[in-house]
């Protein structure tokens, strides 16, 4: 256990590293003088040469990569062209509104997985079979901008559920601002008729992502539970003449390591389906706050936002490996 | 030689679905009835007779746009697909037939693999969006956002089957045999470990379809006027919340269509290797045969 701790660990130095040499470059790679693209359309020569001074771009490639490794470490990731602030800033106000979305979605998706999952292995045959396999086709072929437009024209204007794709919240109703995120500062506020409009508002964004994204899971959980199902271990506890739901039971604390890598990755999976869900229900997160950058050419947002979604990645993947070192005994011993 | 017909519904409807796609967009443009860039008189109308997608507020037809945008999509995806199995070919040789390669061969191998985990650490559309960020946006852009994105995959599939089968003994046959390295992969090692990155060739296909949908409705794909499916559906997105629905939701379902007939084709072709022995069952035999070889040397 030590030493796969140790091993694990000390991987992920490495792949930090990895993540600001590519973050490095991307500003590096833009065609023509990086300094102008920076300053932005309206900088002025002095702001021009501010910049291409305070990025060393007259100094070795190594030098610069220095300098921007210990600015990011020291908390600075330069100022973002389109708000005028600095990007950490940005990012750390607008981040509880998309964690918020990525936690709803997976919590449902892990409990419906779960429902759907322990179904099949009830009643192998028969409906649930149709229902996962027809489901799980759905996975990787529908793209989530367009379920959440079709979510918004069904259950919204046809059928009046939910709340209109415009933010958090109703433009009528305030609060004062806390976290940034619309239910919590509501639940704060101790405004109930605001919590509601808040969870109303909620519905229509995580039912795309869940939608969406349950769908990999339950065809990757389906195709793994099947293949316990006729493993030599499950008819050995047949033969004991188990209860059917410790037998349920059993095959899922045996597929559990399968499962936790599925939801780490789907988790990856939601940040870029939050960047496309934000934008069609303007939820103001950081996914909506990247799409921005790109328009405006606001490389600094951009590169921190690439920056943190790759931060947030390598930490689910080592999650993933540690909760891997917990629940699996032959790892334990390795 | 089996028959080239899928034997399943599945895998049929796949193959109709994925060749009324190609011929849409050789002929898209030509079979459109009304010009996919040039205003009708008919602003925001709904599905009828004259215009089956209805029109959006500038007067647009939208089934034309959505019939002539197969060549953009199509293209971009052809190309960049393309470009990608090459590429993953390359790099999936370097990584996975290092075992049998000298120093440098592995040095390489390293840098591959460290690449290819790296890539794999960053969300697909944040990485695709800051690429385009970075390139501006353009057809030219997606394409290389297309590459970035899908060639891991095919260098991930190509490396582990040569994993497999230089471990099951066929370098060392070929080494007995007198033959060098490049021509031990290229002749031998590559034609048994091609099938699931062929099967995946469909598959990136759809892939991107999506992210170049994606990547124009968020703005930093395709070049408007260029008739585009993810474009259209962004123009229409403000719409829907006021009942316009058919000029976001008509071209994403043909987009569905599309992604899904491809995604089908690709399971028909990974059916069709794998009752044609190109696939893992003739590799236990040369697996096994080669082991045989091992022994009795």
Request: glycine share 10%; proline share 5%.
């Amino acid at each position: 256990m030590g030493r796969f701790l140790l091993r694990r660990l000390s991987l992920l130095p490495v792949q930090l590293f990895g993540l600001l040499v590519l973050v490095f470059f991307l500003t590096r790679l833009i065609p023509g003088d990086p300094a102008y693209a920076l300053a932005g359309g309206q900088a002025t020569a002095e702001q021009v040469e501010r910049i291409r001074q305070s990025m060393g771009l007259d100094q070795p490639l190594w030098v610069q990569f220095w300098h921007y490794v210990s600015g990011v470490l020291q908390g600075d990731w330069g100022t973002s062209i389109q708000t005028n602030s600095p990007v950490v800033q940005d990012l750390v106000q607008r981040a509880p509104a998309t964690l918020l979305l990525m936690f709803f979605s997976l919590l449902m998706i892990i409990l419906l997985a779960l429902m759907l999952v322990g179904w099949l292995l009830w009643r192998p045959q028969g409906l649930a079979r149709k229902v996962v396999s027809g489901y799980g086709f759905l996975a990787g072929v529908v793209p989530d901008f367009w379920v959440g437009l079709s979510l918004v024209s069904l259950l919204y204007v046809q059928l009046g559920i939910g709340a209109s794709p415009s933010g958090q919240l109703d433009a009528r109703i305030t609060v004062p601002p806390v976290t940034n995120v619309g239910l919590i500062d509501a639940a704060i506020a101790g405004d109930p008729p605001a919590v509601a409009n808040a969870i109303a508002h909620l519905i229509l964004p995580c039912i795309t992502l869940i939608f969406v994204y349950l769908a990999p899971v339950i065809r990757i959980m389906s195709a793994v539970t099947e293949k316990v199902n006729g493993s030599d271990f499950a008819r050995f506890a047949d033969s004991w003449g188990i209860s059917p739901w410790r037998r349920v039971r059993y095959i899922l604390r045996f597929t559990s390591p399968t499962m936790v890598t599925t939801l780490a990755s789907t988790t990856v999976f939601l940040v870029g389906g939050a960047v496309l869900v934000e934008t069609v229900f303007s939820w103001g997160g950081v996914g909506q706050y990247a799409v921005a950058a790109v328009t405006r050419s606001d490389y600094v947002g951009v590169q921190g936002f690439v920056l943190i979604a790759g931060l947030f990645t390598a930490m689910v993947y080592l999650a993933n490996d540690l909760l891997h070192a917990a629940i699996d005994p032959q790892l334990r011993k390795a | 030689m089996k028959s080239l017909i899928p034997t399943t519904l599945a895998g049929k409807v796949g193959v109709i679905g994925s060749f009324i796609s190609v011929v849409c967009a050789v002929i898209g443009p030509w079979i459109a009835p009304y010009d996919p860039e040039k205003p009708t008189v008919d602003v925001l109308q709904e599905p009828s007779f004259t215009h089956p997608f209805g029109t959006d507020a500038s007067g647009l037809d939208i089934f034309s746009v959505v019939v002539a945008a197969f060549r953009t999509d199509l293209s971009i995806a052809l190309l960049g697909v393309g470009a990608s199995f090459v590429l993953g070919l390359l790099l999936g040789s370097i990584s996975g037939f290092s075992a049998a390669g000298g120093r440098i061969w592995r040095a390489l191998a390293r840098i591959v693999d460290a690449a290819l985990d790296v890539f794999q650490s960053i969300p697909v559309t944040v990485f695709a969006l800051a690429l385009t960020a970075i390139f501006g946006r353009g057809t030219g852009a997606v394409i290389t956002a297309v590459i970035f994105v899908t060639t891991p995959i095919f260098a991930r599939l190509i490396r582990s089957s040569l994993h497999s089968v230089v471990q099951g003994g066929l370098v060392a046959s070929c080494r007995i045999l007198g033959l060098g390295t490049i021509r031990t992969l290229t002749r031998h090692a590559l034609p048994n470990s091609v099938d699931s990155a062929v099967a995946n060739i469909s598959v990136s296909l759809g892939v991107s379809v999506l992210l170049t949908a994606a990547l124009s409705f968020l703005g930093a794909g395709v070049r408007p006027p260029t008739p585009e499916w993810g474009y259209v559906i962004s123009m229409g997105a403000n719409y829907v919340a006021t009942g316009q629905w058919w000029i976001s939701l008509m071209p994403g379902l043909v987009l569905c269509l599309s992604v899904v007939s491809f995604a089908l084709t690709g399971e028909a072709v990974r059916e069709w290797l794998a009752g044609a022995g190109l696939s893992s069952a003739a590799n236990e035999e040369i697996t096994f045969s080669t082991g045989q070889t091992e022994r009795t040397s």
